[in-house]
């Protein structure tokens, strides 16, 4: 791999044709909080291609200070419907339209049980729960945008869910709570990614994660932690963190099983006095190459190194507008039309 700068300046690094970046957007748990956004992964290919693995609460803002323009986003993937991991979903939708995509928003997902617990049903009550705010927008911003292309693939299966351009992305299931929920595989140019989402230690994930270079698995805090940090009651704290979830000890034997190249582990409060007991109880299994992953953190894999650095970024940042010539001569809607007697009262009349 070239020689790079210790962090990560994003548009400065061009990928190159045989490398894969991976961007930490949220690494945290369902309570959000400024240090940890939920979750939320960005893969970016030497091909071109980016793809966002789930967009929880919070990821969008992260998402935003890589400049990135929304346009450049191939499609999002949800591994399943909790809102630590789909709750950005307005962001991601209005937001990219606003922010110059004008294009349909593509989104993959897994079905469910019932056909409400499928994302086609969750797309289809956000556009209804924003119909007024998509109504409001539509003559001012291109049609196009405001459209979402949802794919819904069976959650049952381990199957191919996604495949072009030289990029596979496999579905398998994965053991959370209740049916529905899968973790992803993507497989491009002799380069393997498998993320989690969330789950329980399973076979289906020690059969699909085999001969990966990153493995990004969920890990909770551990009983302890939740017990003395969260208040929670040793019942309590067992069943979120070891049956809903994947206790850090349950996590090393998993890696030891699969022996990534590079294992990451997210969904756990990462302040620096719970590191050490975290990584201690991995290790009780696992002894490959480890990073315990923080919002931003980047990954540049390609077949002969992965580097680890965080990404430096603004705050103060605007959309990129790199494809705003498509935007300004898009097709756009009739705008609707206030009534008159609210018209009347404008001090400056626009309508």
């Known amino acids: ?63 935003t200070s890589l ?42 997902g897994p ?35 405001a459209d979402v292309e949802v794919h819904e693939f069976d959650f049952c299966k381990v199957h191919t869910v996604y495949e072009r351009n030289g990029v596979r992305i496999i579905s398998f299931p994965a053991v959370h709570i209740y049916d529905g929920p899968v973790s992803l595989r993507l497989e491009w140019n ?13 076979h289906f994930f020690l059969e699909n994660a085999q001969g990966a270079d990153l493995v990004i ?50 969904h756990f409060f990462n302040d620096f006095d719970l590191l050490s007991e975290i990584e201690q109880e991995v290790r009780e299994h696992y002894k490959g190459r480890l990073a315990l992953a923080q919002d931003m953190m980047v990954f540049n894999v390609t077949a002969q190194d992965i580097q680890v650095r965080m990404a430096v970024t603004a705050e103060h940042v605007w959309p990129n507008k790199e494809h705003h010539e498509g935007f300004r001569s898009a097709v756009r809607r009739e705008r609707v039309q206030m009534s008159r007697w609210l018209a009347d009262r404008q001090i400056f009349p626009k309508f």
């Open 1 to 63: 791999m070239r020689a790079r700068r210790d962090h990560y300046f994003p548009n400065t690094e061009p990928l190159a044709a045989n490398e894969m970046r991976v961007t930490a957007l949220g690494t945290g748990r369902p309570f959000l909080r400024r240090a940890q956004a939920n979750a939320s992964w960005l893969i970016e290919l030497g091909n071109g291609d980016k793809f966002i693995f789930d967009f929880g609460s919070g990821s969008q803002k992260n998402f």
């Open 111 to 145: 079905s469910g049980a019932k056909t409400e617990h499928g994302i086609r049903h969750f797309v289809e009550m956000q556009k209804s729960a924003y119909a007024w705010d998509t109504a409001t927008r539509t003559g001012l911003l291109p049609e196009a945008g």
């Open 190 to 202: 002799g380069l393997t990614l498998v993320y989690s989402g969330d789950t329980t230690p399973s």
């Open 217 to 266: 698995h969920e890990a909770f805090n551990s009983v302890r932690q939740l017990m003395e940090r969260s208040g929670y009651d040793e019942r309590t704290a067992r069943g979120i963190g070891t049956m809903a979830h994947s206790a850090p000890v349950e996590v090393g034997y998993v890696l030891q099983a699969v022996q990534p190249r590079l294992g990451v582990l997210y």
């Open 67 to 108: 400049e990135i323009p929304y346009q450049d986003v191939t499609a999002y993937f949800a591994t399943h419907l909790h809102a630590d991991h789909v709750g950005d979903f307005p962001n991601v939708w209005i937001g990219s339209w606003a922010g110059g995509r004008i294009t349909p928003l593509v989104v993959y």
